[in-house]
């Protein structure tokens, strides 16, 4: 396990395990979210985007984060592992709606100037804790179908299930 697609539904701790699976193989990790969110929740083009991600995964060793259909070709193509963040929607939203209030309450930037706010939080266009209530099927469907499709064969599937997995995994 070198170079790891890290995927899950948003709130899943995607970024946790990521982070924490780069420090144990030390290789560097790529936030998909910090490249494509430009100043504003601007999306940055398709063609820039793509780039970066081909520059990161050139390297012998990465992990990257995130659901990116524009770029998981690239990804996958290259990645040896895909790591799957499969946890129940009960734990999902109770994490997420908790990490979504806390940032909203202090501020924090997430990426390039980017912050949560209870005007997203509320649209309903934009909130993510609507679209992650919506996506949990999605996603489980999807990475179900991936795992077992031939095409994929040159990749390892490792679905988590739990925290306790998360941790297992992460070497935490």
Known sequence: MRRVSVVGNSGSGKSTL???LAER????????DSIFHMPGWTPRPPEEFRAEVERF??????VVDGNYSAVRDLVWSRADTVVWIDLPRHAVMRQLVSRTL???ATG??????????FRLLLDRDESIIRYAWKAQAKYRDRYRRAAADPANAHLT?????SR???GRLAGS
Request: no cysteine; hydrophobic share 55%; proline share 3%.
């Open 57 to 62: 995964t050139a390297a012998g060793g990465w």
């Open 18 to 20: 990521a982070a924490g």
């Open 108 to 117: 924090a930037e997430l990426w390039n100037g980017n912050r949560e706010s």
């Open 157 to 161: 599937f490792i679905r988590v299930a």
């Open 102 to 104: 806390r940032r909203m």
């Open 164 to 166: 306790a997995d998360a």
């Open 25 to 32: 193989l030390g290789v560097p990790w790529l936030e998909l």
